[in-house]
């Protein structure tokens, strides 16, 4: 595990930008900024420096991951960004994001952000208690797929959990 971090670290961190990016087969960056750095955080691979800047310079910047309702995979002001239903990958939050954001932001001292993220997630989901793959990040509802997605329940109810101070 310390190997990969310090190789994670020395090849996708850039200094310069205070985020991780991936590169392609030729080694060159794909100049894409997407919520994959969270994932880093969840498994502990950032310093706490390198977590208070993408904290600090990224998902809280309401032009990139911290819209209306948070967390989109690929930052809103980015080019592909794509806010469509269906389209999992390219714009709209995930209930799986904000299921690792909890551990994420918790392993850097974050938890003032997790009371900030239930509240949202719980409005997007409604009084119906709607839990599909995804939602638009900006009308902050439900978007596309089926209602009954795994980590979005599993996100409710460890933001609940964490609202009401149970905390394994």
Excluded at 17 to 32: H, I, L, P, S, T
Excluded at 132 to 156: N, R
Aim: charged fraction near 20%.
């Amino acid at each position: 595990a310390g190997a990969v971090r310090r190789k994670l670290r020395h090849c996708l961190w850039r200094p310069d930008r205070g985020a991780c990016f991936d590169r392609d087969r030729n080694g060159q960056w794909v100049d894409v900024l997407t919520h994959n750095n969270l994932r880093c955080m969840y498994w502990g691979a950032f310093s706490q420096d390198m977590a208070r800047r993408f904290v600090s310079e990224h998902l809280l910047n309401p032009l990139e991951f911290w819209t209306p309702l948070p967390l989109p995979s690929v930052a809103a002001g980015d080019p592909l960004f794509v806010n469509a239903p269906g389209n999992d990958w390219s714009g709209q939050p995930q209930g799986l994001t904000y299921q690792r954001a909890i551990r994420a932001l918790d392993n850097y001292g974050y938890q003032r952000l997790l009371r900030v993220l239930a509240r949202k997630l719980f409005a997007a989901i409604g009084e119906d208690c709607v839990f599909p793959q995804q939602f638009d990040p900006f009308a902050c509802k439900p978007s596309g797929g089926p209602d009954g997605y795994g980590p979005t329940m599993l996100s409710v109810l460890e933001y609940i959990s964490r609202l009401y101070g149970v905390h394994l």
